[in-house]
């Protein structure tokens, strides 16, 4: 079959390198894709928001299937584009429709889902320009740090942990101010869960589902969790303290009231279920869900995974996932993001990336990257994410760390303690 992969990151990379390995794939193309996918199959230049793009370039590839990487093109409702126009109504969208895809386009949403079904969260209060003051007594009422988050996509930056409460106010304030622009219009102030946190992927066809390897990220720009936000600085998979008991905990309390939960609130959901997780004394509580993969986590999950994805998508797609079981690589996977220097503030592009040939053991995964008069260059602030196997996660990470070492730009910066809590 031919596939169209939709996105350009470590996170689409490592899908289409999977993908790639499938005899059931006849050709994959990428759009717009980076330097790495252009290895494993056919990069096309269409932004994954043109809709009108994607679907000229279904019919004139002949496309089969779709697969969307990133949140934006969900949230914007491809799905629901391609389903109620009738030249590609038939082509699959692994991916969830605009309502589902709420789940991770809208912070209130997701709570009250949450709510509704009994999944374990924290206490929380919505608040727009309209009831400021009952979020300004709501806030009163806790303890530090205040969380607020903006409600819409943010691009990973509308979530603000704060010490103090009038800074906690104040900023309330400048959020429903446009801070974030129409994304924090409505703010979420949640309560502020203490622990240490993981990753959990479910794949759904909206009745049966299949879990994915766990993985644990670092988000922090600074070793030992410190300093900025960023898109992710790394990741483990297993991660050592999600054992066989506290899985079931997720699974049962978790998983299972969410798959159901999307049923019966008639939402159909074909596709990845991202969620956040945070261990509080070995008690699962739900962060946040995403509606697709996470990037790095991705880039150590499917390198995990031994079965066959586009089966599996093609499960999703009929429906009969309930049939099939994953078989998952006993090794442990990290890997280590370079990136370049400035990020998460500004930053040069267009650096020559050089030695990732000299890379021998571990799996290279593109993600900031472009070709340019036949060289790879940097394009973005997270680069390249260098994947390992080991027996353990130590063994994995001593290689992913050799490999950040080999890899050369200008300004090349990565964090060398992913892991470091584990």
Known sequence: MNILLLGSGGREHALAWKMAQSDKLTQLFIAPGNAGTSAVGT?????PNDFEAVKKLVLDKAIDMIVVGPEEPLVRGIKDFVLNDPEIAKVPVIGPGQKGAQLEGSKEFAKAFMQRHNVPTAGYLSVTSENLEEGIAFLKTMKAPYVLKADGLAAGKGVLILDDLAEAEA?????????FGDASSTVVIEEFLSGIELSVFVLTDGHGYVVLPEAKDYKRIGEGDTGLNTGGMGAVSPVPFADDVFMKKVHDRIVVPTVEGLLKDD??????IFIGLISIDGEPYVIEYNVRMGDPETEVVIPRLKSDL?????????????TKQIEVDERSATTVMCVSGGYPGSYEKGKEITDLEKITEGLVFHAGTTEKDGKVVTAGGRVIALTAYGKDKDDALAQSFKNAQIVKFEGKYFRSDIGFDL
């Open 43 to 47: 990069n096309v230049d269409i932004n």
């Open 171 to 179: 900023e309330l304030k400048e959020m429903l101010g446009g801070k």
């Open 267 to 272: 939402i159909p959901y074909k596709g990845f």
């Open 310 to 322: 586009v089966d599996l998508f093609q499960a999703v797609a009929a429906g009969n996932l309930r």
